[in-house]
């Protein structure tokens, strides 16, 4: 089963340029986490926000929650062609917390 | 520091054939384990995690099977591999840190499996 899913599927945009993805998910959570994958290659856990946070923030990486409305966002100031990858939303399985479960992804491409 | 290890890489096996993918990790001990498997241009598919020794729980009902002989190795097998076996296969290990700590996952470099 599927629990958070990304919007969009793909998105373009030019060097500079701000890259906003957004993730919607169904049931209540302890946290959510934002993972990149270059292509053919294995994900990279970027950042994680509990539910009682509402903003987080990493280098050019900003990532708000929304409990209320069950959705998050990504957002990737000033992008750079290296930022080109496909971005996951996950959540927890379960209560227990013992395995994730991940959206389909955005893709970004970022050119320069 | 932790590594996680995954072989092969890439294999082209024939339908019907069994499969053996191979996951092992370094620098820590207990880890969560887990098998993904993202088919062309789609997301990450949870097909097994494992907590301990010989513990697995499946999450998808298909050929597939999942064994952890040791603490910190995983591995994925069919007895009899079909086309829709086909995609690239992610394992995965965490500590457990549950709650709002979240379980953060560390990935393999996968392996990228074609049934022809």
Known sequence: ?112 | SQTIHQWPATLVQPVGSPLSLECTVEGTSNPNLYWYRQAAGRGLQLLFYSVGIGQISSEVPQNLSASRPQDRQFILSSKKLLLSDSGFYLCAWSVLSPGLSGNTIYFGEGSWLTVV
């Open chain 1, 1 to 112: 089963s599927q629990q958070g899913e990304e919007d969009p599927q793909a998105l373009s945009i030019q060097e500079g340029e701000n890259a906003t993805m957004n993730c919607s998910y169904k049931t209540s959570i302890n946290n959510l986490q934002w993972y990149r994958q270059n292509s053919g290659r294995g994900l990279v856990h970027l950042i994680l926000i509990r539910s009682n946070e509402r903003e987080k923030h990493s280098g050019r990486l900003r990532v708000t929650l929304d409990t209320s409305k069950k959705s998050s966002s990504l957002l990737i100031t000033a992008s750079r062609a290296a930022d080109t990858a496909s971005y996951f939303c996950a959540t927890d399985l379960n209560q227990a917390g013992t395995a994730l479960i991940f959206g389909k992804g955005t893709t970004l491409s970022v050119s320069s």
